[in-house]
């Protein structure tokens, strides 16, 4: 199939990956309720650039921006759309120069710079069930699942050590069958990255037969500011309820995690009744 030139919103909490290798951050909030921690390199009214704890650096459009703020520095809440208001002026080292004031209704705690809480890593074949969400998957072995409130949306993400690599589980209601779900979900990529190449987009199947229920495998190559990434989500549904899991690393080393991915996606599957409907 040809490639071709889109961009990613649907699932892009997969690409949250922890900073705590930093004692302070900036923090960028996305209109869709995640979070970024890393350093501001770019602030314009149609642009915001924020390079992550791994060095990748993500480019957003302003639009897609709820609000940001630097470390140490109570700033922040830019509106969604282009306004100046709270961007500031830029010094030359990318602090902000007389940025105003944060408002006092603003959402960030003071602590907001720090890296979510991580449980232990997880054993080889562990299988994580989700009795309410009516789903199991077996995360990779060695990850490590973030213990805290999630954006909304998110069921389970998971994160490596190393903080390259990560996995998202994102539910939400949908009314449309699922390949429509899915060409919608794709369309809208275009809303958030500047750039981003289609590098398969297939029923997914194991062992060569195509699985049951439908099940749509959309795999993708970020390019942000130089930085790539490498995406593979797996689009699924249930009644109304469309799930997507999605596993994201850097683009060079993609290849090292192709067969962790692979076995991932293999072992999503629906429970035949979710706790939630009984």
Partial sequence: MGH???????????????????PAADRVDLGSGEVLFGKILKLTDSEVAIQLGTGGVLTFKRSAIRSFRYAGVDEGAGTARG?????????????????????????????AAKGPVLLPPVAENFVLTLEN??????????????????PA?????????????????????????????????????????????????????KDGVETQPEAWVVECETEASGQKAHQ???????????????????SQTHEKHREAIEKCLGSFRLLEAPAAAR
């Fill in 4 to 22: 071709s030139h889109l961009t990613i919103v649907f699932g892009f909490a997969a690409l949250l990956v922890p900073f705590g290798s930093l």
């Fill in 83 to 111: 306004s100046r208001e709270g961007l500031g002026e830029k010094g030359s080292e990318g602090s902000p120069k007389d940025a105003p004031p944060a408002p006092s209704s603003s959402p960030l705690p003071s602590e």
């Fill in 133 to 150: 969400e009516g789903i199991a998957f077996s995360p990779p072995a060695g990850f490590q699942q973030v213990a805290e409130e999630l």
């Fill in 153 to 205: 949306g998110v069921i389970a993400r998971f994160v490596e050590p190393t903080g390259l690599a990560s996995l998202a589980v994102t539910q939400k209601t949908v009314k449309e069958p699922l390949t429509e779900a899915k060409k919608q979900a794709v369309r809208a990529y275009g809303e958030v990255f500047s750039s981003l190449t289609v590098l398969r987009n297939e029923r997914f199947k």
């Fill in 232 to 250: 593979v989500q797996l689009f699924t549904k249930r009644g109304e309820q469309l799930f997507v899991l999605t596993y994201t690393v850097p």
